[in-house]
Antibody
Framework: QLQLQESGPGLVKPSETLSLTCTVS??????????WGWIRQPPGKGLEWIAS???????YYNPSLKSRVTVSADTSKNQFSLKLSSVTAADAAVYYC??????????????WGQGTLVTVSS | QPVLTQSSSASASLGSSVKLTCTLS???????IAWHQQQPGKAPRYLMK???????NKGSGVPDRFSGSSSGADRYLTISNLQSEDEADYYC?????????FGGGTKLTVL
C-alpha cells in the first residue's frame, strides 16, 4: 500500500523559506507513470495545487506561485521536496503531498499524504 | 485553464441519496475530472475518476454507494444510502497542460 508522509517545520517566520519533504513508501518515485505533487489548504478554505515533479524529473508549477516555488526529488531516499520562499501569512496552510497518475491523458491524484500544518509567524 | 464550479453546500437525510455537481467551464466540457472526499479534520481521499461519457473508475475501498455520471459540462457524484460518515467536503479536480485545478468544494451535511 502506497503511503506518503510530509515532514518539516510547523512554524516559519515571515519572509523566510518554507521547506517540506514527502517520504514515499510502498512505491518508487522514479517509476513511471506518475507525478508527485504538492497541494495546500489554508484553514477553512479549499485546495490549491502548488507544484508537481514528474518521475523523470521535469517540474511544473502553479503560475501564481511559480516565482517562489521549487520542487525537487531525491530518488536515493525516495523523497520529494518543496521550497516556498518569501512566505507571508497567506502561505499558512495544511500542506499535502500526493501522487498523480500520468497515463493516457489521465492526471488525477490517487493518493494523498496526511498533511502537515505550517504556520507563518514571527 | 479550466475552471470547476461547485455548490458550496448540500444536505440530505440519513439513508437517502444525494447528487453533487461539478461544472466545467466553457471550452472544457469534455474534460475528465476526479472526485475527492475530505472528512472533517482529515486529509482528502480519492474517490473516483469520471469521464465525460459517464465512465468512472473508483479508488480502492470506495463503497458501491458512490457513483459518478456526466451530462455535458456537468460531472456528478451520487451517494446512495447516506451514512453519517459521508458528511464531508467533496472536491472535484481536473488538469490541463501539466497544471491542476480544484473546484471550491461542496460541504455535505447528513441530516
Amino acid at each position: 500500500q502506497l503511503q506518503l508522509q510530509e515532514s518539516g517545520p510547523g512554524l516559519v517566520k515571515p519572509s523566510e523559506t518554507l521547506s517540506l519533504t514527502c517520504t514515499v513508501s510502498g512505491g518508487s518515485i522514479s517509476s513511471s507513470p506518475y507525478y508527485w505533487g504538492w497541494i495546500r489548504q489554508p484553514p477553512g478554505k479549499g485546495l490549491e495545487w502548488i507544484a508537481s515533479i514528474y518521475y523523470s524529473g521535469s517540474t511544473y508549477y502553479n503560475p501564481s506561485l511559480k516565482s517562489r516555488v521549487t520542487v525537487s526529488a531525491d530518488t536515493s531516499k525516495n523523497q520529494f521536496s518543496l521550497k516556498l520562499s518569501s512566505v507571508t501569512a497567506a502561505d499558512a496552510a495544511v500542506y499535502y503531498c500526493a501522487r498523480q497518475i500520468a497515463v493516457s491523458g489521465i492526471r488525477n491524484i490517487d493518493y494523498w499524504g496526511q498533511g502537515t500544518l505550517v504556520t507563518v509567524s514571527s | 485553464q479550466p475552471v470547476l464550479t461547485q455548490s458550496s453546500s448540500a444536505s440530505a437525510s440519513l439513508g437517502s441519496s444525494v447528487k453533487l455537481t461539478c461544472t466545467l467551464s466553457s471550452g472544457h466540457r469534455t474534460y475528465i475530472i476526479a472526485w475527492h472526499q475530505q472528512q472533517p479534520g482529515k486529509a482528502p481521499r480519492y474517490l473516483m475518476k469520471l469521464e465525460g461519457s459517464g465512465s468512472h473508475n473508483k479508488g480502492s475501498g470506495v463503497p458501491d454507494r458512490f457513483s459518478g455520471s456526466s451530462s455535458g459540462a456537468d460531472r456528478y457524484l451520487t451517494i446512495s444510502n447516506l451514512q453519517s460518515e459521508d458528511e464531508a467536503d467533496y472536491y472535484c479536480e481536473t488538469w490541463d497542460s501539466n497544471t491542476w485545478v480544484f473546484g471550491g468544494g461542496t460541504k455535505l451535511t447528513v441530516l
